[in-house]
């Protein structure tokens, strides 16, 4: 095994991690993974080293996932800022790998940015702070230092083309994501990607129209807003939030028909709730699979049970 592969999530903030590492290895393969694949993906990766940034390991798959990598003669290099679970330990995690840094106050570009921050230009901070503002995590004292240095409203122009342009198909696809990462790490900036500033335009207005749907289409359960398959798949987070907006319910949810499973974005009103854990202990008992962050998570549960799932989630509230 040879070379280096970087998993990372495809979202504004695993993108921007992701574009560090390749700054920082070269080369690198990039490969974009998600918590409910990230054990199959981790154990099907054939490379000397292997850097995952921002994907959070769910419960189920926590052990075997230490299992895999107590085996693996790969040097492993991890950066992530979900809460762990409860069922593995940081000190497990920290002794059978090259690297662990963990951090649930930060987004996992600053926390890449910061580790290796002396062998890249000055000038990738920013993506650091890109990651840190699309992921909601800008409220660090780092993140708050660096941006006295730089234009804020230019800052934020970029990170609103970064997350709003990868919404629509042009730029949905692993692909499309993968070009943005190897520019970003060029030294590029969102804004400068062809096309992305139109298709964030374009997502700027699909947002208003998906507004309306979940208007006519959402459903109340209980204290819970939802919307079932909604064509715009890339739209799961406004369309959850704004599902409990039209309900006038502390909790929203997107849920999405596939082939074997239900796939669902829950998003909340109420910055009190532990949306992560409400996502695991609800779909737990049922055979699925849920977690995130406590102000935005997901979970994939069986077909046929988004009833007993939206029960557990009441019961819980």
Same mark, same amino acid.
């Given at each position: 095994?040879?070379?280096?592969?970087?998993?990372?999530?495809?979202?504004?903030?695993?993108?921007?991690?992701?574009?560090?590492?390749?700054?920082?290895?070269?080369?690198?393969?990039?490969?974009?993974?998600?918590?409910?694949?990230?054990?199959?993906?981790?154990?099907?990766?054939?490379?000397?080293?292997?850097?995952?940034?921002?994907?959070?390991?769910?419960?189920?798959?926590?052990?075997?996932?230490?299992?895999?990598?107590?085996?693996?003669?790969?040097?492993?290099?991890?950066?992530?800022?979900?809460?762990?679970?409860?069922?593995?330990?940081?000190?497990?995690?920290?002794?059978?790998?090259?690297?662990?840094?963990?951090?649930?106050?930060?987004?996992?570009?600053?926390?890449?940015?910061?580790?290796?921050?002396?062998?890249?230009?000055?000038?990738?901070?920013?993506?650091?702070?890109?990651?840190?503002?699309?992921?909601?995590?800008?409220?660090?004292?780092?993140?708050?230092?660096?941006?006295? &240095?730089?234009?804020?409203?230019?800052?934020?122009?970029?990170?609103?083309?970064?997350?709003?342009?990868?919404?629509?198909?042009?730029?949905?696809?692993?692909?499309?994501?993968?070009?943005?990462?190897?520019?970003?790490?060029?030294?590029?900036?969102?804004?400068?990607?062809?096309?992305?500033?139109?298709?964030?335009?374009?997502?700027?207005?699909?947002?208003?129209?998906?507004?309306?749907?979940?208007?006519?289409?959402?459903?109340?359960?209980?204290?819970?807003?939802?919307?079932?398959?909604?064509?715009?798949?890339?739209?799961?987070?406004?369309?959850?939030?704004?599902?409990?907006?039209?309900? &006038?319910?502390?909790?929203?949810?997107?849920?999405?028909?596939?082939?074997?499973?239900?796939?669902?974005?829950?998003?909340?009103?109420?910055?009190?709730?532990?949306?992560?854990?409400?996502?695991?202990?609800?779909?737990?008992?049922?055979?699925?699979?849920?977690?995130?962050?406590?102000?935005?998570?997901?979970?994939?549960?069986?077909?046929?049970?988004?009833?007993?799932?939206?029960? &557990?989630?009441?019961?819980?509230?």
């Amino acid at each position: 095994m040879a070379g280096t592969t970087i998993l990372c999530h495809s979202d504004c903030d695993g993108i921007c991690a992701g574009a560090l590492l390749l700054s920082r290895f070269p080369g690198s393969r990039i490969f974009f993974t998600k918590p409910v694949s990230f054990l199959s993906d981790f154990r099907n990766t054939r490379s000397g080293r292997i850097v995952i940034a921002d994907i959070a390991l769910n419960r189920p798959f926590a052990r075997q996932f230490l299992d895999i990598l107590k085996k693996t003669s790969a040097e492993v290099i991890y950066f992530d800022h979900h809460p762990l679970p409860k069922n593995i330990t940081r000190a497990e995690l920290e002794k059978n790998m090259r690297l662990f840094v963990h951090n649930t106050k930060a987004s996992a570009s600053e926390l890449v940015y910061r580790n290796y921050q002396k062998a890249l230009p000055r000038e990738r901070v920013w993506l650091a702070l890109y990651g840190a503002i699309g992921d909601y995590t800008e409220d660090t004292g780092f993140v708050q230092e660096r941006m006295r &240095n730089w234009d804020m409203r230019a800052i934020y122009f970029e990170v609103s083309t970064l997350v709003m342009g990868i919404k629509p198909d042009r730029f949905s696809g692993y692909d499309a994501k993968r070009n943005i990462v190897k520019a970003l790490a060029e030294g590029r900036n969102p804004s400068e990607i062809k096309g992305l500033v139109e298709e964030a335009k374009n997502a700027v207005g699909r947002e208003f129209e998906i507004y309306e749907l979940v208007k006519r289409k959402a459903k109340a359960a209980g204290k819970t807003g939802y919307v079932l398959d909604l064509p715009m798949f890339g739209f799961r987070g406004p369309s959850a939030l704004f599902a409990a907006t039209v309900t &006038n319910k502390p909790l929203g949810l997107a849920v999405h028909t596939r082939e074997n499973h239900l796939d669902i974005t829950m998003r909340s009103r109420n910055p009190n709730l532990k949306l992560n854990i409400l996502a695991e202990k609800s779909s737990e008992p049922l055979g699925g699979s849920g977690g995130g962050h406590p102000h935005a998570a997901g979970a994939r549960i069986p077909l046929g049970a988004l009833k007993k799932f939206l029960e &557990n989630i009441n019961s819980l509230l």
